[in-house]
């Protein structure tokens, strides 16, 4: 069976970073692109960032140059380091796992809450 859970949330003043972790269990993590969305309230989910199996990134315009995603194969954990995060950057962050190098893939985690706020 297939787990991804989320960690590493929280509160945090606008200038602020966080840094957000996946692990994911019951599959060959090292195949698997691992993705972030994130959902602020009354909006549709969105993406952030990704990296495939080879270790290319991939962001969304907003983000580019605050985040940085990566992954530890050896530990099954992609981390997304979040620096001069802004209120904008509030909602539930959520990663998602597949084997398609692009979009959504088949497993998601729980969300972990990010609000950036003074």
């Known amino acids: 069976q297939v787990q991804v859970v989320e960690s590493g949330g929280g509160l945090v003043q606008p200038g602020g970073s966080l840094r957000l972790s996946c692990a994911a269990s019951?599959?060959?993590?090292?195949?698997?692109?691992v993705g972030w969305y994130r959902q602020a309230p009354g909006k549709q989910r969105e993406f952030v960032a990704r990296?495939?199996?080879?270790?290319?990134?991939n962001y969304v315009d907003s983000v580019k140059g605050r985040f940085t995603i990566s992954r530890v194969n050896a530990k099954n954990t992609v981390n997304l380091q979040m620096n001069s995060l802004k209120p904008e950057d509030t909602g539930v962050y959520y990663c998602?796992?597949?084997?398609?190098?692009?979009?959504?893939?088949?497993?998601w985690g729980q969300g972990t809450q990010v609000t950036v706020s003074s």
């Open positions: 998602n796992v597949g084997l398609r190098v692009s979009g959504m893939g088949d497993y």
């Open positions: 019951g599959i060959i993590f090292s195949i698997y692109t």
């Open positions: 990296i495939i199996s080879d270790g290319t990134p």
